[in-house]
């Protein structure tokens, strides 16, 4: 089951758009899961982490596809996203947000066909596992392999990826337990768990990290850790 967002502020257009997905989905034997939004802001309110694929009107009242866009890449690297528009000089704009296309209106089925058999050809089958949670500046969703480390903050964890620092409403033994299940995770003190992936080097009871950081390393936990990452370079060679 694919889940699929529509945000346009036409409903003409978006009767005639689902209309075509639920067309193509009958021809090539998918299952779609469409949800419609009216407003940018309206998707960002009630954004689903879980979407495969949104198609965004660039051009709309109260919140453009846009500024909707910058915003839904900020909490979600992940989903595709293909811009709709009428015109033509909004669309490199739209390229700055990882668009995988755009469609001119009114959506011709030809054309959407051939843009929904690329995006599958190369998406099918290629779900990253990723975290998703929610704090007070809104929901985000983070490719495991994206997130370098954890560390504890008062009470609570702050997860460390792609230049962001957020927080999430867990206790760091819960989030080690969670990160732990993923191979490249391990922790290396208590208030810590770090990707592997990122470690560039051990001096002392610091890991040098490829972000430039460095994180402590406990001498209880030295030994484990540093059989852990001798193992995962070693896979990595």
């Known amino acids: 089951m694919f889940k699929i967002a529509i945000c346009d502020d036409e409903d003409i257009l978006i009767h005639e758009l689902k209309g075509s997905l639920e067309r193509y989905a009958s021809e090539t034997g998918r299952e779609f899961c469409l949800f419609v939004y009216h407003d940018g802001s309206e998707l960002l309110e009630k ?4 979407y495969d694929l949104i198609f965004m009107d660039i ?38 947000y990882s668009a995988v296309n755009y469609l001119l209106k009114p959506v ?59 927080i999430i409403y867990k206790n760091m033994k819960e ?28 001096e002392g009871l610091e890991l040098l990290l490829t972000t430039g950081e460095c994180i402590p390393i406990s001498q209880p936990r030295r030994k484990a850790f540093m059989m852990k990452l001798t193992d995962y370079w070693g896979d990595m060679l």
Request: proline fraction near 2%; glycine fraction near 6%.
């Open 175 to 202: 989030i080690s337990a969670l990160l732990c299940t993923q191979p490249q995770f391990a922790q290396c003190h208590q208030s810590f768990v770090v990707n592997l992936s990122y470690v560039k080097g051990v």
């Open 59 to 96: 051009k709309m009242e109260r919140l453009n596809g846009l500024k909707t866009a910058q915003e839904i890449r900020r909490i979600d690297s992940t989903v595709g996203l293909i811009f709709l528009t009428s015109l033509k000089q909004y669309v490199w704009k739209g390229y700055e």
């Open 108 to 166: 011709k089925y030809g054309v959407l066909k051939m843009e929904l058999d690329r995006y599958f050809s190369n998406y099918q089958g290629k779900d990253e596992p990723y975290l998703s949670f929610s704090n007070d500046s809104g929901k985000h969703k983070v490719l495991y392999k994206n997130l370098c480390y954890a560390e504890t903050d008062k009470r609570n964890v702050m997860l460390h990826f792609e230049g962001q620092q957020q």
């Open 47 to 50: 954004y689903n982490s879980e």
